[in-house]
């Protein structure tokens, strides 16, 4: 006959719970594995988001300034060009006053 001591029989079940916590600490293991994964991601992700709205905002801002001196420089165009007209004007009225004096 073999002999089973209580020592023996006492292993079987241990080693049984044993396998069932190891395998639920490995599950939660992945878990937190997979956790720490996504979160790294969504943390490059918002930094990559990030970067983005910065560049966006820097082009933004350049156009903004690139706007307004051509607003400047079309402002300045303007304001000659409306000089010039009065002058042509003042001088077509003096020539039409001269043409008038002519005939007078």
């Not at 969504?42 to 910065?54: I, P, T, W, Y």
């Not at 420089?73 to 000659?80: G, I, M, P, W």
């Not at 409306?82 to 002519?102: D, P, V, Y």
């Amino acid at each position: 006959m073999e002999k089973i001591s209580p020592r023996g029989q006492a292993e079987g079940p241990k080693k049984e719970n044993m396998n069932y916590y190891m395998g639920a600490f490995i599950a939660c293991a992945n878990t937190w594995r997979d956790q720490a994964k996504a979160k790294t991601i969504e943390a490059s992700a918002f930094q990559a988001l990030k970067k983005e709205n910065a560049s966006l905002k820097e082009e933004k801002e350049s156009l903004a300034r690139r706007w307004e001196r051509q607003e400047k420089a079309y402002k300045v165009s303007l304001k000659v060009a409306q000089k010039a007209k009065e002058e042509a004007s003042k001088r077509l009225h003096e020539a039409g006053q001269a043409h008038a004096e002519l005939f007078n």
